[in-house]
């Protein structure tokens, strides 16, 4: 498996004893501990509004807990080097809408380069390997407005690709793809190398996907471990409000009509 | 405000005072603790109003339509300091993209609708709100606001205009045309206003600017604001009064500062723009003898005209001493300038032509 | 509503003729923001009754227009609306000044008419001058200007983020107008038991979704005080132009250079 072979590598986001609240008096997140090697495709589920997308954040220094640590790569994530952290973390939104505001494609990839100090030519062309690599120069010179929500999706993980980082968080993605770019987007996702984190409910997506799965509920982790051992778990899921994937319920349905 | 409307000084002038504001603003704005996060905040509700804007809302009872200003709205929502940046950038991207005001008249319109709008709405919603927010307040400062900062903005462009020099008409008679106006539209922004904040507050009390449970704050940066206002309500009064003194005392003395500026020598503006002034202040004795003019048949309007001039000096003189010669030189100025259109435009003509050319040798 | 998608229209214009490449797009944005300030600048002091001195300032409009290639169609259109503004004000002059000054033909001309006219050609010629800046120059650029002449970059992330935003919310408010009228078919605005659901439910939705932008924009090493910092200083071209055109506009401003040329022609 490759869950196992990753156990050897080294961590790369560590959370220890994470709490976090918005207003100081309901806890949105627990007591959270976990712990993510290089290289780890993860899952992230969890049902609506049990705090998926604030871990997230957390991650990434949008927003700062009061108590416990996150260490990604070796690095605390406090408000010093939130520049450091954030060149090795790529973070792609539930919202593509959210993440292209540049007037063309281009140019949105582009962005993140030339805030980190990259020249000029050197961002043109590092720009246009990352739309390559994920099979969309034809893109290139389209306006935002004009995308798709599939090709939107694309971009904006060509838009944190650019950086070459160490980590990429996806939160929710495949919200609004019709199957034909949900399997386009799977077929990125399976491409990438490093370490990922996929926030979802859709099931079937992190079925499919990942090696080991986090499930969370009332604040805290409930259950951490092989995706395969989890998500086939009826009690487990539907204690948690979530359902079996539907891979599942029509495999089960199929050995029942046999 | 159009460019058109605003002489370079004026134009300047609020330029300096709204760049004033605008420097203080971010400089208060800088001190908040989480102004960071308020940046977008800031840049949604700036193209929000843009995008309301565009929305006609019906008057009930009337056919009529209004629509949205914003100062009043951004401030019950951002405070003064971000409601008047974005506010700039409102009316920034409103003078470049749709021609709605000017590159000049900017730093004018900036003041007129911004600064009253959102630092003057401040203080009403300070007032307003002294011991919490409730549906009734909202209504209240919504209302007011919009009237007050309206009135005070109708008040500074009748003046920024006079002082500019490009209408006739007498100070009196533009401010009762342009108050009365403004008083309606001031009181349909209000009803706009207060439905829109009214709502947010329902939903999300929140959103709402100055929020209560900060009360020590509140109070702290009450009296520092206090002061601010202050100075600022004292330089503009002071700049106001120093412009109005020139302007009636010493006619010519806003054209000389602008001579001073461009530079501009020729003495035919000075001369005018020294009876035209006095002319906008001594309307009344203008009525008799406007009324002269019009009654007297065509054939005598040139004796009349110059009678009058004699008697009163008071009419401007342009073109009337050296008529013809004037009237000469403008004949051939113009054709001058014909004549280098039409070789300019047939040089560009030639242009596109040999580009064209070569582009089809290039195929 | 038309108002909408023409202002859709408009911005899309403009950011796409803003890319295209030629002299003027590549000169630095700060000459072209100051010449076209100076040009401003010396039309609106021109003295109210002299229009003939108005018109010469087209001289510099024709040039541009030329070596930008800029079509004046979407131009026309602008005008539109600064009339309707400057008709308003200056239609006073005329009615109070009646001070009969010249003749052309049998109808006589007063100052207040000299006036009047000034003003209109004023407001024109300064409006298509700042419409060739734009559309010469596009938004990124413009903020690299204003950043040049040290506007703080916070109010220039605001603006920006205001441009950026404006279109997402016309497009919206399009939407909702859509849905709106098609329920209330006799309505030409919108009622006013509406008024505060409909704007304030979109600001609410709005204001989480921009905190996202500016996440996102963070996330990838947004700063405000340094992004606008872009080392493109004068360069020989820019220094060209510069010169080149602040010396026609000051040339066409205070030298009768027209007039000359003139006088061959019609006193001879």
């Given at each position: ?61 949008l ?16 408000s010093?080097?939130l520049r ?14 959210a993440q292209l505001f540049m007037p063309?494609?281009?140019e949105d990839?582009?962005f993140a380069?030339l805030n980190y100090g ?26 935002i ?114 | 405000m159009a460019d058109?409307?605003v002489?370079p000084?004026v134009g300047i002038t609020m330029y300096a005072m709204s760049g004033m504001a605008a420097v203080y603003s971010i400089k208060k704005l800088r001190q908040e603790p989480d102004f960071k996060k308020k940046i977008p905040t800031m840049g949604v509700m700036g193209a929000m109003v843009f995008a309301t804007q565009m ?13 949205l200003c914003g100062g009043i709205l951004l401030t019950g929502l951002l405070g003064p300091y971000a409601g008047f940046l974005s506010m700039i950038g409102v009316l920034l991207i409103q003078c470049l993209f749709f021609a709605d005001g000017g590159l000049l008249a900017l730093g004018g319109n900036i003041f007129n609708m911004a600064f009253y709008g959102c630092f003057f709405g401040a203080l009403?919603w300070k ?18 606001g919009?009237?007050?900062t309206?009135?005070l903005g109708?008040?500074s462009v009748?003046?920024q ?32 206003t ?13 959103l709402l600017w100055s ?10 940066s009450?009296?520092s604001y206090?002061k601010t206002m202050?100075i600022f309500t004292?330089v503009f009064?002071?700049i ?124 | ?6 202002a859709?229209?408009e911005i899309?214009?403009l950011d796409?003729?803003a ?8 000169i630095n944005p700060l000459a072209k923001l100051i010449i076209t300030f100076l040009?401003i600048i ?84 300064a409006i298509?001058a700042s419409y060739?800046f734009i559309i010469t120059t596009g938004m990124e650029n413009f903020c690299v200007a204003l950043r040049m002449i040290h506007i703080p970059g916070v109010l220039i992330t605001v603006i920006l983020l205001i441009y950026r935003y404006i279109i997402v919310f016309l ?32 600001m609410?939705?709005s204001i989480d979704k921009a905190g996202n932008v500016y996440d996102s924009m963070e996330l990838r090493g947004f700063n405000p005080d340094t992004f606008f910092d872009k080392k493109n200083g004068f ?34």
């Open positions: 498996m490759k869950a196992e072979e990753c156990v050897m590598e080294s961590s790369m986001l560590k959370i220890i004893d994470l709490s976090f609240s918005y207003d100081g008096k309901r806890e949105v997140l627990s007591g959270i501990n976990l712990d993510i090697k290089a290289g780890e495709c993860i899952g992230l589920i969890g049902a609506n509004g049990v705090g998926k997308s604030t871990l997230l954040k957390l991650i990434v220094g927003e700062f807990a009061k108590k416990g640590k996150i260490i990604v790569n070796n690095m605390e994530v406090n010093k080097n450091e952290v954030r060149k090795n973390i790529g973070y792609v939104f539930q919202d593509s809408d063309t494609v281009h990839v582009k380069l990259y020249g000029k030519d050197e961002a043109d062309q590092i720009a246009y390997e990352t739309l390559k690599k994920i099979g969309i120069e034809n893109l290139k010179d389209q306006s407005y004009h995308l798709s929500g599939g090709q939107k999706k694309l971009v904006s993980i060509a838009t944190v690709l650019v950086l070459n980082p160490d980590m990429i968080i996806f939160d929710e993605p495949t919200v609004c793809l019709d199957p034909k770019n949900r399997r386009k987007f799977m077929e990125v996702l399976r491409s990438l190398g490093g370490t990922k984190i996929v926030a979802s409910h859709d099931l079937d997506l992190i079925y499919d996907t990942c090696d080991r799965s986090v499930l969370i509920a009332d604040q805290r982790i409930v259950k951490e471990g092989i995706t395969q051992k989890i998500l086939t778990d009826r009690e487990l899921l539907e204690n948690n409000g979530l359902e079996l994937p539907l891979s599942m319920i029509s495999r089960n349905k199929m050995s029942v009509i046999m | 058109a409307l002489s000084a929305i006609n809302f019906t008057i009930p009872g009337t056919g009529s339509s209004g629509h009403i007032i307003v709100m002294q011991n919490g927010i409730s549906k009734r307040k909202i209504t209240l400062y919504s209302i007011l919009s009237v007050i309206l009135q109708a008040f009748t003046i205009t006079l002082c500019s020099g490009v209408t006739e008409l007498p100070f009196k008679m533009f401010l009762s045309l342009m108050l009365p106006i403004h008083l309606a539209i001031g009181f349909v922004e209000g009803l706009i207060m439905a829109i904040l009214n709502f947010i507050y329902a939903a999300r009390p929140e929020d209560g449970h900060e009360e020590n704050k509140y109070i702290r009450g009296l206090k202050i004292c009064f002071v106001a009064g120093f412009v109005s003194l020139i302007a009636s005392k010493q006619p010519d003395g806003l054209e000389w500062s602008i001579k001073k500026i461009t530079g501009n020598t020729e003495i035919n503006a000075k001369t005018d723009s020294k009876n035209d002034l006095d002319y906008d202040l001594k309307n009344d004795v203008n009525d008799d003898l406007n009324s002269s003019l019009i009654t007297g048949t065509k054939t005598d309007i040139y004796e009349n005209s110059e009678k009058i001039q004699q008697k009163t000096s008071l009419l401007p003189d342009y073109n009337f001493k050296n008529s013809d010669s004037d009237l000469g030189t403008s004949v051939s100025g113009i054709v001058g300038c014909m004549i280098v259109i039409i070789f300019l435009t047939i040089t560009g003509f030639l242009i596109k032509l040999s580009k064209k050319g070569k582009h089809k040798l290039n195929e | 509503m038309n108002k909408i998608d023409y859709i229209m899309h214009h796409h003729e890319k295209k490449e030629n002299i003027l797009t590549r040009y010396l039309l609106t002091s021109i003295d109210r009754y002299k229009p003939q001195q108005c018109i010469y300032m087209c001289i510099y409009l024709i040039l541009i227009k030329i070596i930008g290639e800029i079509s004046m169609k979407k131009c026309i259109k602008r005008l539109k609306v600064i009339f309707t503004i400057v008709l308003v004000i200056g239609i006073a002059n005329p009615i109070i000044n009646r001070n009969i000054v010249a003749q052309i033909g049998k109808i006589p001309i007063s100052s207040g008419m000299i006036s009047m006219t000034t003003l209109m050609i004023k407001g024109c010629f298509i060739f497009k919206e408010v399009q939407r909702i107008w859509t849905a709106y009228s098609m329920r209330a078919p006799n309505q030409k605005g919108v009622n006013f038991k509406a008024w505060g659901s409909m704007i304030g439910s979109l609410i939705r360069c020989e071209i820019d220094l060209i132009y510069f010169i080149f055109s602040a010396a026609v506009i000051v040339v066409i401003r205070y030298i009768n250079i027209f007039e000359m040329i003139g006088n061959v022609f019609v006193f001879q």
